[in-house]
């Protein structure tokens, strides 16, 4: 699948940030614009499993940016790498997940600004803490149409460098579970093994329950348990919700 990688800075939370924009040669129609994450730009868009979801997007014609997070690339800063970076980040004070939400409705911005993409033609997925911060993208912009996670986080005190934060006011706004009532009539689809203990699928089930449970009637939802007892999800767990995140921009 031939493409071009672009990269551009937007401002976001005091800072400028670089995200990169991948244009397929051939593009569709009526082209929209997945926004994907999964620690760097290129674990997500080049490191399989993760970057299939991006090369089913660029496959159908359709643009794909993304941006590394919060402690990842080179966005990591003194509070260190990784989850331990983003947890100590967290205990300062800091909301990494804030950042996560409006460094991504810079990059809608961006790219509305360049005619990529359009209002309501717009995705968002990521794997693991990818996909909790995809969901609080979600919430925060109304533009984007449909999200998916991939073996998400839900509940950040079920991560080993999180348990400590339990009671962080931050932490308790960034699970899953507090962002349900802003998600219910959001499209959303999501996928976890059958025994995760990572990130927990009990407590993905949970959050999962409460959204459907708050959604409208005819709102597409669905959580896909695959068996197994590992943090992973198989390829065709990732062409499945990059088939139903396609069907959300053509409905």
Request: glycine share 8%.
């Amino acid at each position: 699948m031939p493409y071009r990688d672009e990269e551009a800075l937007v401002s976001a939370s005091g800072h400028d940030r670089p995200f990169v924009l991948r244009t397929p040669e051939a593009l569709a129609a009526r082209p929209g614009l997945l926004i994907y994450f999964s620690l760097s730009t290129r674990h997500a868009l080049d490191e399989l499993p993760y970057a299939t979801v991006p090369r089913l997007f660029g496959a159908a014609g359709h643009y794909v940016a993304s941006f590394d997070l919060p402690q990842h690339g080179r966005w990591t800063n003194a509070y260190g790498e990784g989850l331990t970076g983003m947890a100590n980040a967290v205990a300062a004070g800091h909301d990494v997940f804030a950042d996560v939400a409006a460094m991504g409705r810079a990059v809608v911005d961006a790219c509305l600004a360049r005619q990529v993409g359009a209002a309501g033609g717009i995705a968002v997925a990521g794997a693991s803490r990818g996909a909790l911060c995809a969901l609080h993208l979600l919430a925060a912009d109304p533009r984007i149409a449909a999200g998916a996670g991939f073996a998400p986080v839900t509940d950040l005190p079920t991560l080993t460098e999180f348990a400590a934060l339990r009671d962080s006011p931050i932490v308790q706004r960034a699970n899953a579970l507090a962002l349900a009532p802003r998600l219910a009539d959001r499209p959303v689809w999501l996928a976890i093994k059958e025994h995760d203990a990572r990130v927990g699928t009990a407590q993905c089930r949970a959050f999962f329950a409460a959204l459907h449970a708050a959604a409208p009637p005819g709102v597409p939802q669905e959580l896909r348990i695959e068996p197994g007892d590992t943090h992973t999800m198989s390829d065709e767990s990732y062409q499945a919700g990059g088939a139903w995140l396609l069907a959300r921009l053509a409905a």
